[in-house]
Nanobody, 116 residues
Framework: QVQLVESGGGVVQPGGSLRLSCRNS????????MGWYRQVAGKYRELVAI???????EYQNSVKGRFHVARDGAEDSIYLQMTNLQPADTGTYYC??????????WGQGTQVTVSS
């Protein structure tokens, strides 16, 4: 019932910007939240930003003021606008979708590399 399609990763220099998109390609009921995590090889997956449907977004401290998460107009679609990217932001970014009483579904991940 959920299939997340991510796009927008790439290679960017420090100080640059990228926009990641995540779309649920199927019709789904009971969606309560979407958001983004990231993971570097050998490390735990860490929260980047969450977007509950009923309250304001929340961010990891290291990305506050640089990243912005919002709904993308279409149902069950969000984007993550990332500015002033730094090498520490490098990683695989995973979108997720939560449904009431049905748990979490993850996207396939999209790679972001920040390097000069």
């Amino acid at each position: 019932q959920v299939q997340l399609v991510e796009s927008g990763g790439g290679v960017v220099q420090p100080g640059g910007s990228l926009r990641l998109s995540c779309r649920n390609s199927r019709t789904t009921s009971g969606v309560s939240e979407m958001g983004w995590y990231r993971q570097v090889a050998g490390k735990y997956r860490e929260l980047v930003a969450i977007l509950p449907w009923d309250r304001e977004p929340e961010y990891q401290n290291s990305v506050k003021g640089r990243f912005h998460v919002a709904r993308d107009g279409a149902e069950d679609s969000i984007y993550l606008q990332m500015t002033n990217l730094q090498p520490a932001d490098t990683g695989t970014y995973y979108c997720y979708l939560d449904r009431l009483l049905a748990g979490r579904t993850w996207g396939q991940g999209t790679q972001v590399t920040v390097s000069s």
